[in-house]
């Protein structure tokens, strides 16, 4: 399996047998076919999938999986894409789902954007980027996911009116996310006051990530953003 390069570890402690086992087995049967993502913008999410989902939606470095196996199973008519480049927090995501029969998910082990840059326009009902890597360094802001440069592609494939949901615990980044997707001429932010910034929206689905950080006080963002009509 060949990958291209990412910024940081591919993998940290080694896997036990249990999340080896999940991560041979279901991620050649859930991954994406590394030819479709040809960065050519004509990939139809749609064609990913058995059974075609009633809306898609594309998590950008989910972790350990939490937030995307709660919607896996809250919502299975819907198709769900994931990507993480990262061996541990894909194999404990693969491990958490193995007991669910035909999960509407597709998978990606590296960077989100080849996905992003090969999906057709205007065919994804919301895009997810929950407590991404801050790189708090100056030198290393131009790693950042959300940058004018990858906003172009969140709404070229968003539909109108699709939402783009950020989440952060880290009050620089936060502020760093607002200031890129406000100065995008294709997004509008939902928020009318301050508070809503650390109120989640209606549904939301806590991560053990969110639990863990709100212990150890420390304060969640909630930035959503609406793709122009």
């Known amino acids: 399996m060949a990958f291209r390069k990412v910024h940081g570890r591919r993998l940290g402690r080694p896997l036990n047998q249990e999340r ?13 076919d590394s030819e479709v993502l040809d960065n050519s913008s004509n990939l139809l999410p749609s064609s990913l999938f058995e059974k075609a989902p009633e809306e898609i939606y594309f998590e950008i470095g989910f972790g ?12 299975p008519d819907n198709g769900y894409i994931g990507a993480e480049p990262f061996i541990n927090g894909m194999s404990a ?15 990606w082990m ?4 080849d996905i992003a840059r090969s999906i057709a326009s205007e065919t994804l009902d919301g ?6 890597d801050p790189w708090p360094k100056t030198r290393h802001h131009k790693r950042r996911i959300v940058s004018q440069e990858n906003l172009d ?11 783009l949901t950020m989440t952060t ?8 996310m ?13 928020a009318n006051r301050k508070l809503d910034w650390h109120t989640p929206p209606s549904g939301w689905l806590e991560t053990r990530y969110e639990k863990k950080g709100k212990a150890a006080g420390r304060q969640q963002f909630y930035l959503l953003f609406e793709k122009k009509s």
Do not use: C
């Open 110 to 113: 590296d960077d989100a954007m």
């Open 64 to 75: 350990n999986g939490d937030f995307l196996k709660k919607l896996i199973k809250e919502n």
């Open 169 to 176: 615990d880290v009050e620089e980044l936060a502020e760093w």
């Open 20 to 32: 080896q086992e999940a991560l041979d087995k279901l991620y050649p049967a859930l991954s994406i």
């Open 178 to 190: 607002v200031t890129q997707a406000t100065a995008h001429k294709e997004f509008k932010w939902s």
């Open 93 to 107: 995501f693969l491990k958490s789902i193995k007991d669910i029969d035909n999960p509407s998910v597709r998978v």
């Open 153 to 163: 592609q969140f709404a070229r494939i968003l539909k109108p009116g699709a939402r």
């Open 127 to 132: 895009i997810f980027i929950l407590n991404p």
